[in-house]
């Protein structure tokens, strides 16, 4: 598993919250055919604030083959993560348990 902490930009916040409710309700078929195509089997991004300033923790798991770029969905979610986010650095994982 990966993860990428980044800072949610000032004001972005609602904009951010709104597009993850996009990938999981009206995207949520077309944005799980992108993580086959890209090999993953798992991603998520979890929203937390410090001291009034608000993050995402963002986790991977899987193969990560290349973004297909051609896809309206994918083009969409990297304009919303360049509007959006600002990312701080890979987090080093303390702890990975699974029993699958």
Do not use: V
């Not at 919250?17 to 991004?45: D, P, Q, R, V």
Request: a negative charge; charged letters at 35%; aromatic letters at 8%.
């Amino acid at each position: 598993m990966k993860t990428y902490l980044f800072k949610i930009k000032e004001g972005k916040l609602e904009t951010w919250k709104a597009w993850c409710n996009l990938l999981m309700t009206t995207h949520k078929e077309e944005a799980i055919e992108t993580l086959k195509e890209e090999g993953l089997t798992y991603e998520s991004s979890l929203i937390f604030s410090i001291d009034g300033k608000y993050y995402t923790l963002a986790m991977i798991e899987g193969e990560e083959k290349p973004t297909n770029m051609e896809r309206e969905l994918n083009q969409k979610h990297r304009a919303m993560k360049k509007e959006c986010l600002e990312r701080i650095e890979t987090p080093e994982i303390g702890y990975e348990l699974c029993n699958r």
